[in-house]
Every structure is written in structure tokens, then in C-alpha cells.
């Protein structure tokens, strides 16, 4: 696959990779490191009929699609990806750099 389509590719699907699970069952993941030094954090919290869900553009802290989560929750998930920030651009970091190397 050329180069050209490969990025295509990749801006139409979003890789996700498994952060951590919180005690209320509350998944977080977060995306590969773009070319513009951003990524995504994805949240998300099973309930009865689906999912509450929430996702935040790093390094700006942005949150957007937000569903479900109160304002409350949202101040303390913001919380959570701002303490946890550092250490997820280091792992999206690695995974870029493995990437290169495979």
C-alpha cells in the first residue's frame, strides 16, 4: 500500500489503544500521536441501553461528543487525563516510534 493512501487510511480510521478500565467499569483509550502532535483520549462507560461517552483532544484538553457524563463527571474525568497526560504521549510516542521501525 503507497504511502499516499496509507494516510488516507489513517485519518478515516482511528486506532484506539486500551489506557485503563476504572473501578465503575469506565474505559479509557487514546489514539496514535498525529503528525500535528495531537491525539485523542476516548472515554467510555457502559450503562443500561449503551455507552456514556466522552472524548478529549490533547494537548489542548478539549473535551467533544460528550454524552451522558454530568458536568461534574466530566470535571473529574478532566481532572484524570490531565494528571494522566504525560504518561499517555509517552506511550503514544513509543507506539509511533515502533511504527517506524516495523
Known amino acids: 500500500m503507497g504511502k499516499l493512501v496509507e494516510g ?4 478515516l480510521v482511528q486506532v484506539m489503544w486500551s489506557y485503563v478500565q ?3 467499569e469506565t474505559q ?12 485523542e483520549v476516548a472515554v467510555e462507560r457502559p450503562v443500561d441501553m449503551g455507552f456514556d461517552s466522552a472524548r478529549c483532544l490533547l494537548p489542548a484538553h478539549r473535551w467533544f461528543d460528550v454524552t451522558g457524563f454530568s458536568g461534574e463527571e466530566l470535571a473529574e474525568l478532566d481532572v484524570f487525563v ?3 497526560a504525560p504518561f499517555i504521549f509517552e506511550l503514544a510516542e ?6 517506524a521501525i516495523a
Open 22 to 24: 476504572l473501578a465503575d
Open 28 to 39: 479509557v483509550a487514546y489514539s496514535d500521536l498525529r503528525e500535528d502532535g495531537t491525539l
Open 94 to 99: 513509543r507506539r509511533a516510534s515502533e511504527q
Open 8 to 11: 488516507r487510511l489513517r485519518r
Open 82 to 84: 490531565r494528571n494522566n
